[in-house]
């Protein structure tokens, strides 16, 4: 395992979940910056969010993070550095490239689902698919699995050469003719959190590491949106080209909170009880469809033709009030700091990494979505991450052989809806 030495500053650091708590005050600052291409432009009455929202729910964060004992001021974790796992969890190769090739079946069925590669036709094509979370699901884990083979050549596994390659290839190609700018996203940077994860943090490696990261998010997200619009003069024709991918980004991060403070306003001090935050929980068990999340917005809020998302922390506002800010902000806190101290320690394993690469993304697009970040999916990945690994105390043994289990029940059933629906 490759070990690193305790006392210097990693890039990793710089990555806690404190940078997720910075970056959601970044958010609430730019929603101030009226946006020239008028996505928000339907709630008009909007002057900036409301401060008190933003603050109760980062306080809440920030202190539960303290209570974890991360550092507030370096980013560091208690005991990172120090060999206290006997027996890490790490994923196995063989187990994950067969189950990549699984969620690279649930892919391509996705094409012949629609009748059409989206990339080459019609981008909006992707919300034809009629098989929901049952075909969905498998083929998410393609963006994991391929982070998870790019962590190998970081741990210095050997004779993994070409199935990084391979994977990395695969997953990125998959989700590209499908135009899932997120899953891209999560591919590029799950492999740059990894990158990252023993770097030292000096100002020769952040800079570029920094301007890498922007050029990404200028081509996935700003571009990525003009090829699924059908170019940027169905965006804007007031913005020029080289400037619109900017102004998507900082539309796509700050209209979920425009539209959440219009959300706050109209529910004129009602609640909706976790129907937006944990919908898809309840959806999953109730014998009957319930709207929930973003088509619950469209319901009741919008009359557009697709779903509206409130970003959090504003979802869990119009669930729960302040009670929701504070709660979830603890709730969200705690989760991450137990993956940070995971993947802090000096014996860490390829599945911890992972993991936490797979646990922050997810509270990054959190802002954007405004759905749990423990998420029904986000759990379906880590279920799936935890069943390909080996080794680990003999209580993890026995737990794996049951996740195994309902996970291999869970891809039958995804199989069965996948030939006979």
Not at 1 to 17: D, N
Not at 359 to 383: A, E, K, M, N
Not at 403 to 410: D, N, P, Q
Request: net charge positive; aromatic share 14%; charged share 10%.
């Amino acid at each position: 395992m490759h070990q690193r030495r305790g006392g210097r500053l990693l890039l990793l650091h710089l990555m806690s979940p404190i940078s997720f708590a910075v970056f959601v005050g970044v958010v609430l600052l730019l929603t101030g910056i009226d946006n020239p291409i008028g996505w928000a432009s339907t709630y008009f009455y909007f002057t900036g969010a409301t401060p008190s929202y933003g603050l109760t729910y980062l306080v809440s964060f920030v202190v539960a993070l303290w209570l974890t004992g991360i550092s507030m001021r370096t980013g560091k974790a208690p005991n990172a550095g120090n060999s206290v796992n006997i027996a890490p969890l790490r994923i196995d190769p063989r187990f994950a490239f067969a189950l990549f090739l699984v969620a690279s079946v649930f892919q391509l069925s996705k094409f012949a689902n629609i009748g059409s590669i989206p990339l080459l036709g019609d981008p909006m094509a992707r919300y034809k698919l009629t098989l929901g979370g049952f075909e969905d699901y498998p083929s998410r884990l393609l963006a994991p699995l391929s982070t998870a083979f790019f962590c190998f050549g970081v741990l210095g596994v050997k004779n993994n050469r070409i199935a990084r390659i391979f994977t990395l290839t695969i997953g990125i190609s998959l989700n590209l003719m499908m135009t899932q700018r997120q899953e891209l996203a999560n591919i590029v940077f799950g492999c740059g959190l990894i990158w990252a994860f023993n770097r030292r943090a000096k100002l020769r490696i952040i800079l570029p590491f920094a301007i890498l990261t922007l050029i990404a998010v200028y081509v996935i997200v700003g571009l990525g949106a003009m090829l699924r619009y059908g170019g940027g003069d169905t965006i804007s024709r007031s913005v020029s080209t080289l400037m619109l991918p900017i102004w998507i980004v900082h539309a796509e991060i700050t209209v979920p909170y425009v539209f959440g403070e219009h959300i706050v306003t109209a529910l004129n001090g009602n609640m909706l009880y976790g129907l937006y935050t944990f919908g898809e929980f309840i959806a999953i068990f109730s014998p009957v469809k319930i709207a929930h999340g973003a088509s619950l917005m469209q319901q009741l809020f919008t009359n557009r033709d697709t779903a509206q998302s409130v970003g959090a922390p504003y979802s869990y506002l119009i669930d729960f009030g302040y009670a929701g800010l504070i709660s979830v902000g603890f709730v969200n806190a705690f989760i991450m700091g137990f993956y940070y101290r995971k993947v802090s320690l000096n014996n860490t394993s390829s599945y911890w990494i992972t993991a936490y690469s797979v646990v922050l993304l997810s509270s990054f697009w959190s802002i954007r979505s405004g759905i749990s970040l423990f998420y029904p999916l986000v759990i379906y990945i880590l279920s799936a991450l935890f069943c390909v690994t080996s080794g680990g105390s003999r209580a993890l043994v026995q737990m794996r052989s049951v996740v195994r289990f309902f996970f291999g029940i869970s891809l039958l059933v995804s199989s069965g809806a996948l030939v006979f629906r």
